[in-house]
């Protein structure tokens, strides 16, 4: 089943299809190459909407959760992928511990996520198991899931060098907490073990502006090799700091910020003889927003807006000045059976494995489909299907489509692999 698109499959997104099948060599060398002088994150997804006249992705998460959404067909490539990056960072790699988020007893799609986790690496030749560092967790606790499956949390012991459990002494840490709440004591000073991703790739650290910076320098080279404006998968952005919504001078910065990207955007639809009116979506700058998200196509009661926004949120609080990332909104022109369908792709070191749309029945074509009540479909891969069909007509095949979102989604795999070593402190400690 492929989503498709409300607008007619032609120009610049079908153009760009063929230009990247025509120069599939060229893209799978630049990515080689690539990885000879940079190293991927241990695994990721990036979430990317597809405009009808522009691709790009607006989300790249280093802690990828919705692992169970993928299909049979596609575990074989996640277990294989798997076992390239375990060997590459550790071959004599025996014991893996996952550590998943805390305050999870509840969510049974969670918990799902880490049992498919815990079953590709054991497909992968490791002895798998779940370490848990929230308080909460004080013994060993088993979770039945809907499906039969059980998902066992044990609480995990930190001596003084090293972090495993009762009986059990990992040589891999693999984290999937994205330390929004900050990094805990008992994950610092751990040099024996390897801990995947770093501790450095949490929001405690990370920020989305210099993710997107480093995203638009990849973009440019990628563009240029490509021959193609890098607009085409890249969301302007720009940063709006100290912001906040307690008074109008303290909603300036945003406020600039909103303006500048928008006059921007308008040039672009200007150059493309787009229609459509541009839009920004605005978010906190450090990934823990609280689920304050604005979509705005102007500045008109900004305040009043955000004010609104934050007082949804389930983390609301009194306004306090923060960075904000404006992003240049694009539109989600993919339906499936009139919901927004937007691709998410999967990729864990530097391979594609699968994918899926997130789907949402209530959400206009710019806000998205990320919002509570969003069910998941498969991409369509097949045995049959997985590699691209060069010689179909542009718009017309589904893994030309997916080819295309799987070089995209790799694009802001690389720009989160210059994001790491550029936050990475034992580098900037060489510098």
């Given at each position: 089943?492929?989503?498709?698109?409300?607008?007619?499959?032609?120009?610049?997104?079908?153009?760009?299809?063929?230009?990247?099948?025509?120069?599939?060599?060229?893209?799978?060398?630049?990515?080689?190459?690539?990885?000879?002088?940079?190293?991927?994150?241990?695994?990721?997804?990036?979430?990317l909407?597809n405009?009808?006249?522009?691709?790009?992705?607006?989300?790249?998460?280093?802690?990828?959760?919705?692992?169970?959404n993928?299909?049979?067909?596609?575990?074989?490539?996640?277990?294989?992928?798997?076992?390239?990056?375990?060997?590459?960072?550790c071959p004599?790699?025996?014991?893996?511990?996952?550590?998943?988020?805390?305050?999870?007893?509840?969510?049974?799609?969670?918990?799902?996520?880490?049992?498919?986790?815990?079953?590709?690496?054991?497909l992968?030749?490791?002895?798998?198991?779940?370490?848990?560092?929230?308080?909460?967790?004080?013994?060993?606790?088993?979770?039945?899931l809907?499906?039969?499956?059980?998902?066992?949390?044990?609480?995990?012991?930190?001596t003084?060098?090293?972090?495993?459990?009762?009986?059990?002494?990992?040589?891999?840490i693999?984290?999937?907490?994205?330390?929004?709440?900050?990094?805990?004591?008992?994950?610092?000073?751990?040099?024996?073990?390897?801990?995947?991703?770093?501790?450095?790739?949490?929001?405690?650290?990370?920020?989305?502006?210099?993710?997107f910076?480093s995203?638009?320098?990849?973009?440019?080279?990628?563009?240029k090799?490509?021959?193609?404006?890098?607009?085409?998968?890249?969301?302007?952005?720009?940063?709006?700091?100290?912001?906040?919504?307690?008074?109008?001078?303290?909603?300036?910065p945003l406020?600039?910020?909103v303006?500048?990207?928008?006059?921007?955007?308008?040039?672009?639809?200007?150059?493309?003889?787009?229609?459509?009116?541009?839009?920004?979506?605005?978010r906190?700058?450090?990934?823990?927003?609280?689920?304050?998200?604005?979509?705005?196509?102007?500045?008109?009661?900004?305040?009043?807006?955000?004010r609104?926004?934050?007082?949804?949120?389930?983390?609301?609080?009194?306004?306090?000045?923060?960075?904000?990332?404006?992003?240049?909104?694009?539109?989600?022109?993919?339906?499936?059976?009139?919901?927004?369908?937007?691709?998410?792709?999967?990729?864990?070191?530097?391979?594609?494995?699968?994918?899926?749309?997130?789907?949402?029945?209530?959400?206009?074509?710019?806000?998205?489909?990320?919002?509570?009540?969003?069910?998941?479909?498969?991409?369509?891969?097949?045995?049959?299907?997985?590699?691209p069909?060069?010689?179909v007509?542009?718009?017309?095949?589904?893994?030309?489509?997916?080819y295309?979102?799987?070089?995209?989604?790799?694009?802001?795999?690389?720009?989160?692999?210059?994001?790491?070593e550029?936050?990475?402190?034992?580098?900037?400690?060489?510098?």
């Amino acid at each position: 089943m492929v989503p498709h698109l409300i607008t007619a499959l032609t120009g610049p997104i079908n153009e760009l299809e063929q230009r990247m099948l025509d120069a599939m060599s060229a893209i799978e060398r630049w990515f080689r190459l690539e990885w000879m002088e940079h190293t991927p994150p241990f695994y990721s997804s990036v979430d990317l909407r597809n405009a009808g006249f522009k691709l790009a992705p607006v989300e790249t998460d280093l802690f990828p959760q919705g692992w169970h959404n993928l299909t049979p067909e596609m575990l074989p490539l996640a277990v294989q992928a798997a076992m390239a990056a375990i060997e590459k960072i550790c071959p004599e790699a025996r014991n893996l511990l996952i550590v998943p988020e805390n305050h999870v007893q509840g969510s049974s799609s969670y918990l799902a996520d880490v049992a498919q986790l815990q079953r590709i690496f054991n497909l992968a030749g490791l002895n798998v198991r779940v370490g848990s560092i929230d308080p909460e967790i004080r013994k060993s606790t088993p979770f039945t899931l809907p499906d039969g499956q059980t998902v066992v949390l044990e609480p995990v012991v930190r001596t003084r060098r090293r972090l495993g459990l009762k009986n059990f002494d990992p040589c891999t840490i693999l984290l999937n907490n994205d330390l929004a709440a900050g990094a805990p004591g008992i994950l610092e000073e751990i040099y024996e073990q390897y801990l995947l991703p770093p501790v450095h790739a949490g929001w405690t650290v990370r920020r989305r502006s210099r993710h997107f910076q480093s995203y638009e320098e990849v973009a440019k080279r990628f563009g240029k090799m490509l021959g193609i404006d890098h607009w085409l998968i890249h969301p302007i952005c720009a940063l709006a700091q100290g912001a906040h919504s307690g008074s109008a001078a303290g909603l300036e910065p945003l406020r600039v910020a909103v303006d500048t990207v928008l006059a921007k955007v308008r040039r672009k639809y200007k150059e493309y003889g787009i229609a459509e009116k541009p839009f920004v979506v605005v978010r906190a700058d450090n990934g823990d927003d609280g689920d304050v998200v604005l979509t705005l196509r102007d500045t008109h009661d900004l305040q009043a807006q955000l004010r609104e926004a934050e007082a949804r949120a389930p983390k609301a609080a009194a306004p306090a000045a923060q960075d904000w990332l404006v992003q240049e909104g694009v539109l989600t022109q993919e339906r499936l059976h009139d919901a927004v369908a937007e691709p998410v792709v999967y990729m864990m070191d530097r391979y594609v494995v699968g994918g899926v749309y997130r789907v949402h029945a209530a959400s206009a074509s710019g806000g998205g489909a990320r919002a509570p009540g969003s069910s998941y479909v498969p991409l369509a891969f097949e045995h049959s299907t997985h590699l691209p069909q060069p010689g179909v007509r542009p718009g017309a095949s589904a893994p030309n489509r997916f080819y295309m979102y799987g070089v995209v989604a790799r694009v802001a795999m690389l720009a989160a692999s210059y994001e790491l070593e550029a936050t990475d402190p034992e580098m900037r400690e060489l510098v």
